[in-house]
């Protein structure tokens, strides 16, 4: 099936469950092609495992595109692996060498628990939008859009916010496991928005103390989530988010 | 047999949803809290409809089988989404985005249906909008448009190539506060296997938690599938790898009829198969037509390079055939036009089965502009492609990224060689004006239903439909049905009806392990993808078709008898969600074969090669073929056909016409 030339070791993380002791698993590959994605090299491996009668790695995937942030795997010491601005599924094989040796392990944090092989939960991230990152406005509500003009480079600004892909790679990147990247991102996104401000401090309070009750770690600014992030999704991000729960503390309680 | 009434509103064209909806019975809503929906799927449609429900005040219980909500497949939508707001001040109206609906779906859709959609597609976005959707601005403030093909008007709202991420993320939010709020509770990793019917009304459904392999029957007063499209029965296609039908297949097979299964969308513009190891598509959006130029060299099998093919050697064969429309046809014509060159021995790159899509005419254009607005007097050619890079970047730069990516080329120094793949299903199950198929109770919004696009849908209109269906439709048309439910008390989760559904989906994951084969799922899958690209594709013809019947018949027999499921029922185990849908996509895969053959013409996105023009164009019959082909399922995999007749009263069916 495969159509190229380069072989490779595998040392993959292998659990059977969040309860079960994992380990690194070597599986050696040939015949992979360079143009293949690396998501379909490990098609390539579970078809073989699965014909050899064993069982296939575990990985999260859907879009195979760069947007659905489903594709959590650590490569190589680095998430999403060793290209800066993308994702697992957009990682092609063109980047590794003929006889390279490639270690995949899944994200690693206390609030991320490893399901099976390289799957993690990351529902905490839906728990901390449901404590506030939305806009409380029912459907049928709205205005006219046009009603509400907002300059271009503020929209263009909360959209760079708002393409956060909720992957995790910002936290699995993180030695404190710290969610600031992905939850500042909501935060600022909303709060440049005119139609964000009315629950500005009261989003900001909820969300960060929710991301606390999940077990996510400080944040140290050491900027290895930005440096990480397949979005590009900015530091400057935090700031705003910091700021804006400093300020929230000498809102009146009645604005909150 | 179940009735196929369409419950068209009686009265005129404009006024029927506006009439429906003002006199549409109500729910207390004291009431409504003792009212449960099922939501399967939280797309655009279902997140919309769910959070839109709850925030009404019903209860509702959200499924999908992703480990979170906003990774719905709508996530992946790039370009836009249309809205009737006339902007741009260019002639747009609630009536001529209706009008291009029904003329780009070939006139094989329900005038009533469009008609409604063009009406509440404004409210979508001014609905987006107060959720902070940050869709693209002018300086000035207000909303930008793009035009998308099919249309003379700019009507497509987007955000860069992102539309869909931010949209969905948007009706997310929405859901996520109703999670918060504890009125509507998700259940992520979780897929529907069956719709349980009690009494002849769908009352719930049996879900397997993917986690741990247990099947929960969950029950309701009402049950919506908004559980997507089913383009993954191709195999390859621009879907997302977990795409599936099963949910409507399923309810097909409980009695809900399948709408025009064989209307299927290939998209004109996408990067090419560049090997067997390929696992899907990537489509580069229709936006890009806007400012790309698509050609091929005018001489046969020219083996040289884009750039050193001069200008009066290329062949923009779009614009030459079509010069009304040029780039800007819809798809369905674009696709074919796309293969006509190839298979005529005109293709470009290693596998001739691409074209170029050049950007340099309107970078450079672009770059003038941008020159003339910096202050830049006569600018040589270098200044402005230099300038010109960054209109196109801010425009398209997520896409320019992702082609080169995948190919390893840089799309900003060469053209961009793309060529038709799979997208999107016109199809789907069929259901009324209220959006209720045929089984009482149970509804389908959003790409799983077959209603508004008829043969062909328009870009950027997929994203309306969703959330039209779901913000502005459903919470209406469902009051009518549940309005009559208030004395049902709560569905009885030990009734035989859900013990038999749950054996049912027991019993088909059991004999999946017994069989012990010796091929992989995807094996099946890529089998049957081959056999309905060749036969069931962009071009279909009578003796191909009935091979392809035949063919599917056989391999269903094979992976029966001899798939490898690895693996256990009880634990975390994708293969055999693989094996759950496959085994669907291959009963469907007939199912859209027959259809295609029943449907002697061709219309948008299915051509038949007897049915054409002679200058190579779709003919339709409309004595013959102008109705709905709504299929009803039996005993053995049989189907049998009902038809519901279109009428045309508001508009002139017509050839359709490009030129
Ligand atoms: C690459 C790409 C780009 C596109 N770009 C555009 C565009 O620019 N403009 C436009 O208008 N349209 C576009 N489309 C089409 C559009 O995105 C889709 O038609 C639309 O998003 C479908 O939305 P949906 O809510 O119906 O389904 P989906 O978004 O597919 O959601 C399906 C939901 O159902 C759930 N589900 C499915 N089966 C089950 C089951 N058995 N059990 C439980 N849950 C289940 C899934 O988990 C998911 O939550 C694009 C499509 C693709 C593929
Ligand atoms: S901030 Fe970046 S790394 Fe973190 S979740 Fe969002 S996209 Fe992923
Ligand atoms: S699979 Fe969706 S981002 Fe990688």
């Given at each position: 099936?495969?159509?190229?030339?380069?072989?490779?070791?595998?040392?993959?993380?292998?659990?059977?469950?969040?309860?079960?002791?994992?380990?690194?698993?070597?599986?050696?590959?040939?015949?992979?092609?360079?143009?293949?994605?690396?998501?379909?090299?490990?098609?390539?491996?579970?078809?073989?495992?699965?014909?050899?009668?064993?069982?296939?790695?575990?990985?999260?995937?859907?879009?195979?595109?760069?947007?659905?942030?489903?594709?959590?795997?650590?490569?190589?010491?680095?998430?999403?692996?060793?290209?800066?601005?993308?994702?697992?599924?957009?990682?092609?094989?063109?980047?590794?060498?003929?006889?390279?040796?490639?270690?995949?392990?899944?994200?690693?944090?206390?609030?991320?628990?490893?399901?099976?092989?390289?799957?993690?939960?990351?529902?905490?991230?839906?728990?901390?939008?449901?404590?506030?990152?939305?806009?409380?406005?029912?459907?049928?509500?709205?205005?006219?859009?046009?009603?509400?003009?907002?300059?271009?480079?503020?929209?263009?600004?909360?959209?760079?916010?708002?393409?956060?892909?909720?992957?995790?790679?910002?936290?699995?990147?993180?030695?404190?496991?710290?969610?600031?990247?992905?939850?500042?991102?909501?935060?600022?996104?909303?709060?440049?928005?005119?139609?964000?401000?009315?629950?500005?401090?009261?989003?900001?309070?909820?969300?960060?103390?929710?991301?606390?009750?999940?077990?996510?770690?400080?944040?140290?600014?050491?900027?290895?989530?930005?440096?990480?992030?397949?979005?590009?999704?900015?530091?400057?991000?935090?700031?705003?988010?910091?700021?804006?729960?400093?300020?929230?503390?000498?809102?009146?309680?009645?604005?909150? | 047999?179940?009735?196929?009434?369409?419950?068209?509103?009686?009265?005129?064209?404009?006024?029927?949803?506006?009439?429906?909806?003002?006199?549409?019975?109500?729910?207390?809503?004291?009431?409504?809290?003792?009212?449960?929906?099922?939501?399967?799927?939280?797309g655009l449609?279902?997140?919309?409809?769910?959070?839109?429900?709850?925030?009404?005040?019903?209860?509702?219980?959200?499924?999908?089988?992703?480990?979170?909500?906003?990774?719905?497949h709508s996530?992946a939508a790039q370009g836009?989404?249309?809205?009737?707001?006339?902007?741009?001040?260019?002639?747009?109206?609630?009536?001529?985005?209706?009008?291009?609906?029904?003329?780009g779906g070939?006139?094989?859709?329900?005038?009533?249906?469009?008609?409604?959609?063009?009406?509440?597609?404004?409210?979508?976005?001014?609905?987006?909008?107060?959720?902070?959707?940050?869709?693209?601005?002018?300086?000035?403030?207000?909303?930008?448009?793009?035009?998308f093909g099919?249309?003379?008007?700019?009507?497509?709202?987007?955000?860069?190539?992102?539309?869909g991420?931010?949209?969905?993320?948007?009706?997310?939010?929405?859901?996520?506060?109703?999670?918060?709020?504890?009125?509507?509770?998700?259940?992520?990793?979780?897929?529907?296997?069956?719709?349980?019917?009690?009494?002849?009304?769908?009352?719930?459904?049996?879900?397997?938690?993917?986690?741990?392999?247990?099947?929960?029957?969950?029950?309701?007063?009402?049950?919506?599938?908004?559980?997507g499209g089913y383009g993954n029965v191709f195999?390859?296609s621009t879907n997302a790898?977990?795409s599936?039908v099963?949910?409507?297949?399923?309810?097909?097979?409980?009695?809900?009829?399948?709408?025009n299964p064989c209307y299927t969308q290939i998209h004109p513009t996408c990067?090419?198969?560049?090997?067997?190891?390929?696992?899907?598509l990537?489509l580069?959006s229709e936006?890009?037509?806007?400012?790309?130029?698509?050609?091929?060299?005018?001489?046969?099998?020219?083996?040289?390079?884009?750039?050193?093919?001069?200008?009066?050697?290329?062949?923009?064969?779009?614009?030459?055939?079509?010069?009304?429309?040029?780039?800007?046809?819809p798809r369905d014509?674009?696709s074919?036009?796309?293969?006509?060159?190839?298979?005529?021995?005109?293709?470009?790159?290693?596998?001739?089965?691409?074209?170029?899509?050049?950007?340099?005419?309107?970078?450079?254009?672009?770059?003038?502009?941008?020159?003339?607005?910096?202050?830049?007097?006569?600018?040589?050619?270098?200044?402005?492609?230099?300038?010109?890079?960054?209109?196109?970047?801010?425009?398209?730069?997520?896409?320019?990224?992702?082609?080169?990516?995948?190919?390893?080329?840089?799309?900003?120094?060469?053209?961009?060689?793309?060529?038709p793949a799979v997208h999107y299903t016109m199809g789907g199950?069929?259901?009324?004006?209220?959006?209720?198929?045929?089984?009482?109770?149970?509804?389908?919004?959003g790409e799983a239903n077959f209603s508004d696009h008829g043969a062909n849908r328009l870009g950027a209109s997929a994203l309306m439909q969703g959330?039209?269906?779901?913000?502005?439709?459903?919470?209406?048309?469902?009051?009518?049905?549940?309005?009559?439910?208030?004395?049902?008390?709560?569905?009885?989760?030990?009734?035989?009806?859900?013990?038999?559904?749950?054996?049912?989906?027991?019993?088909?994951?059991?004999?999946?392990?017994?069989?012990?084969?010796?091929?992989?799922?995807?094996?099946?899958?890529?089998?049957?993808?081959?056999?309905?690209?060749?036969?069931?594709?962009?071009?279909?013809?009578?003796?191909?078709?009935?091979?392809?019947?035949?063919?599917?018949?056989?391999?269903?027999?094979?992976?029966?008898?001899?798939?490898?499921?690895?693996?256990?029922?009880?634990?975390?185990?994708?293969?055999?969600?693989?094996?759950?849908?496959?085994?669907?996509?291959?009963?469907?895969?007939?199912?859209?074969?027959?259809?295609?053959?029943?449907?002697?013409?061709?219309?948008g996105g299915h051509?038949?090669?007897?049915?054409?023009?002679?200058?190579?164009?779709?003919?339709?019959?409309?004595?013959?073929?102008?109705?709905?082909?709504?299929?009803?399922?039996?005993?053995?995999?049989?189907?049998?056909?009902?038809?519901?007749?279109?009428?045309?009263?508001?508009?002139?069916?017509?050839?359709?016409?490009?030129?």
């Amino acid at each position: 099936m495969s159509t190229g030339n380069m072989n490779l070791t595998l040392k993959i993380w292998r659990q059977k469950n969040t309860k079960a002791k994992g380990g690194l698993v070597d599986y050696k590959l040939s015949e992979i092609s360079p143009d293949m994605s690396f998501l379909e090299m490990f098609d390539v491996l579970n078809e073989q495992l699965i014909s050899k009668g064993d069982e296939p790695v575990v990985f999260d995937h859907d879009c195979r595109e760069g947007i659905c942030g489903a594709c959590s795997m650590y490569i190589d010491g680095r998430p999403h692996g060793p290209k800066d601005g993308i994702t697992t599924c957009q990682l092609h094989m063109r980047s590794f060498k003929d006889g390279d040796t490639i270690v995949v392990e899944p994200w690693r944090a206390k609030a991320f628990p490893v399901i099976k092989d390289l799957t993690v939960d990351r529902s905490a991230f839906d728990r901390v939008i449901a404590a506030g990152g939305f806009i409380s406005v029912n459907t049928g509500n709205a205005q006219d859009a046009n009603n509400l003009p907002i300059p271009k480079v503020q929209a263009d600004s909360a959209f760079e916010a708002a393409a956060c892909i909720g992957c995790g790679a910002c936290v699995a990147t993180c030695k404190n496991a710290s969610a600031m990247l992905f939850v500042s991102a909501k935060i600022s996104q909303l709060a440049q928005l005119p139609q964000g401000q009315p629950e500005r401090y009261r989003r900001v309070q909820s969300m960060v103390a929710q991301m606390d009750a999940e077990g996510f770690g400080n944040c140290t600014n050491t900027g290895a989530c930005e440096a990480e992030c397949p979005k590009g999704i900015s530091l400057e991000n935090i700031a705003r988010m910091n700021r804006d729960f400093y300020s929230a503390k000498f809102v009146s309680e009645e604005d909150i | 047999m179940a009735e196929l009434n369409a419950h068209i509103p009686e009265g005129e064209l404009t006024e029927k949803w506006t009439k429906l909806r003002s006199s549409m019975p109500l729910v207390n809503p004291a009431n409504k809290r003792s009212i449960e929906v099922i939501v399967v799927g939280s797309g655009l449609a279902g997140a919309s409809a769910a959070a839109t429900l709850a925030e009404m005040g019903y209860k509702v219980k959200c499924f999908c089988f992703q480990d979170s909500p906003r990774r719905a497949h709508s996530i992946a939508a790039q370009g836009g989404i249309n809205a009737a707001k006339n902007y741009q001040n260019d002639g747009d109206s609630t009536y001529r985005l209706f009008y291009d609906t029904i003329k780009g779906g070939d006139y094989r859709a329900r005038e009533a249906n469009v008609h409604r959609l063009a009406e509440v597609s404004a409210n979508i976005i001014d609905q987006c909008v107060a959720q902070g959707v940050p869709l693209a601005r002018e300086y000035g403030g207000l909303l930008d448009n793009r035009s998308f093909g099919g249309t003379q008007v700019q009507r497509t709202f987007y955000a860069a190539g992102q539309t869909g991420q931010q949209l969905l993320l948007g009706a997310y939010s929405a859901l996520e506060r109703q999670i918060g709020m504890g009125k509507v509770e998700m259940f992520t990793r979780h897929e529907m296997l069956e719709v349980v019917v009690v009494d002849g009304k769908a009352r719930g459904i049996i879900a397997r938690n993917l986690l741990t392999g247990e099947l929960e029957r969950h029950s309701g007063h009402a049950v919506l599938l908004c559980s997507g499209g089913y383009g993954n029965v191709f195999y390859l296609s621009t879907n997302a790898m977990g795409s599936n039908v099963t949910a409507a297949w399923k309810a097909h097979k409980k009695g809900a009829f399948f709408g025009n299964p064989c209307y299927t969308q290939i998209h004109p513009t996408c990067i090419p198969v560049s090997g067997d190891h390929q696992s899907k598509l990537t489509l580069m959006s229709e936006s890009l037509r806007n400012d790309g130029r698509i050609w091929v060299p005018k001489k046969k099998d020219d083996t040289r390079k884009a750039s050193e093919i001069p200008e009066d050697e290329r062949d923009y064969y779009l614009e030459r055939r079509y010069p009304a429309f040029g780039n800007l046809v819809p798809r369905d014509v674009a696709s074919r036009a796309a293969k006509e060159r190839c298979d005529a021995g005109y293709g470009v790159g290693k596998s001739k089965l691409a074209v170029y899509l050049d950007f340099k005419a309107n970078t450079e254009r672009y770059g003038r502009i941008e020159a003339n607005v910096q202050n830049i007097h006569n600018p040589d050619k270098e200044t402005c492609m230099r300038l010109g890079r960054e209109v196109i970047k801010e425009k398209y730069g997520n896409l320019f990224d992702m082609y080169a990516q995948i190919t390893g080329e840089d799309p900003y120094e060469l053209p961009m060689r793309i060529y038709p793949a799979v997208h999107y299903t016109m199809g789907g199950l069929w259901v009324d004006y209220n959006l209720m198929t045929t089984v009482p109770g149970l509804y389908a919004l959003g790409e799983a239903n077959f209603s508004d696009h008829g043969a062909n849908r328009l870009g950027a209109s997929a994203l309306m439909q969703g959330l039209a269906d779901g913000y502005f439709v459903i919470p209406y048309t469902i009051g009518a049905y549940l309005s009559k439910e208030l004395a049902t008390k709560p569905i009885p989760q030990d009734h035989p009806a859900f013990v038999e559904a749950e054996a049912n989906a027991k019993g088909i994951i059991d004999k999946f392990f017994a069989i012990k084969g010796t091929k992989t799922v995807d094996h099946f899958h890529k089998k049957l993808g081959k056999i309905m690209w060749d036969k069931c594709g962009m071009a279909r013809n009578a003796k191909g078709l009935t091979e392809a019947i035949a063919e599917i018949q056989e391999l269903r027999k094979e992976f029966w008898s001899d798939v490898r499921v690895p693996g256990e029922a009880n634990e975390f185990n994708p293969e055999l969600e693989k094996a759950g849908r496959v085994a669907d996509f291959i009963e469907l895969g007939e199912l859209m074969c027959i259809d295609a053959l029943n449907r002697n013409e061709s219309c948008g996105g299915h051509f038949r090669e007897e049915y054409q023009t002679e200058e190579g164009e779709a003919m339709r019959d409309d004595e013959n073929y102008a109705y709905v082909a709504a299929w009803e399922f039996k005993e053995g995999v049989k189907f049998e056909l009902h038809k519901e007749e279109l009428k045309f009263e508001n508009i002139k069916v017509a050839q359709r016409s490009y030129k």
